[in-house]
């Protein structure tokens, strides 16, 4: 089992770019969440997804976006890129079940770096 | 203020040495509590995760909840070298949502 893969692993963009971040959940993960870690600092929920849609998201702008698809994966897509916006990206994954806790599995990250 | 806080650190021990982590929270719906490593450049590993009060014991490490302080702790019995790491504390409820708050992180460093 590769557990929850991420890529690219580093990326280097400039101000006002695009983005796009992948994951791939662990095997037998139907729910995916993505976390913002800056430097010195603990994750941010920025939304979770599950069954394709947008169930939950945290106090994140509109220029950061995702999509999930059929297969589970997961894509985050971040607009108009500022230079806040450097930082370690982090996808978790998770089973829903009937069970009252989910543990997440968190992948290595994709280290954003905005010029 | 931060709905979890957490001492950054760092924190610098022998090996063998008991270790003390802590964070403390504003928010009485949390229901779980979880502690996470991190080690450098790599995402963070669940460690331990505790339902409601009470603590939890798993080989070296021992969770404590104390709700009533909304103050939770994690304890790492005859630390060694590969212990080095930022933990992170984290939390979520009401229910599963599945959306963790975690703590800024401590980093630990424990010298042979």
């Known amino acids: 089992d590769a557990g929850v893969t991420q890529s690219p692993t580093h990326l280097i963009k400039t101000r006002g770019q695009q983005v796009t971040l992948r994951c791939s959940p662990k095997s037998g993960h139907d729910t995916v969440s993505w976390y913002q870690q800056a430097l010195g600092q603990g994750p941010q929920f920025i939304f979770q997804?599950?069954?394709?849609?947008?169930?939950q998201r945290g106090n994140f702008p509109d220029r950061f976006s995702g999509h999930q698809f059929p297969n589970y994966s997961s894509e985050l897509n971040v607009n108009a890129l500022l230079l806040g916006d450097s930082a370690l990206y982090l996808c978790?994954?998770?089973?829903?079940?009937?069970?009252?806790?989910?543990?997440?599995?968190f992948g290595p990250g994709t280290r954003l770096t905005v010029l | 203020q931060k709905e979890v806080e957490q001492d950054p650190g760092p924190l610098s021990v022998p090996e063998g040495a008991i270790v003390s982590l802590n964070c403390t929270y504003s928010n009485s719906a949390f229901q779980y509590f979880m502690w996470y490593r991190q080690y450098s450049r790599k995402g963070p590993e669940l460690l331990m995760y505790?339902?409601?009060?009470g603590n939890k014991e798993d080989g070296r490490f021992t969770a404590q909840v104390d709700k009533s302080s909304k103050y939770i702790s994690l304890f790492i019995r005859d630390s060694q070298p590969s212990d080095s790491a930022t933990y992170l504390c984290a939390m979520s409820g009401p229910g599963n949502t599945g959306k963790l708050i975690f703590g800024q992180g401590t980093t630990l460093q424990v010298k042979p």
């Open positions: 978790a994954s998770s089973r829903e079940t009937s069970f009252s806790y989910n543990e997440q599995f």
């Open positions: 505790t339902y409601s009060s």
């Open positions: 997804y599950y069954e394709e849609e947008e169930r």
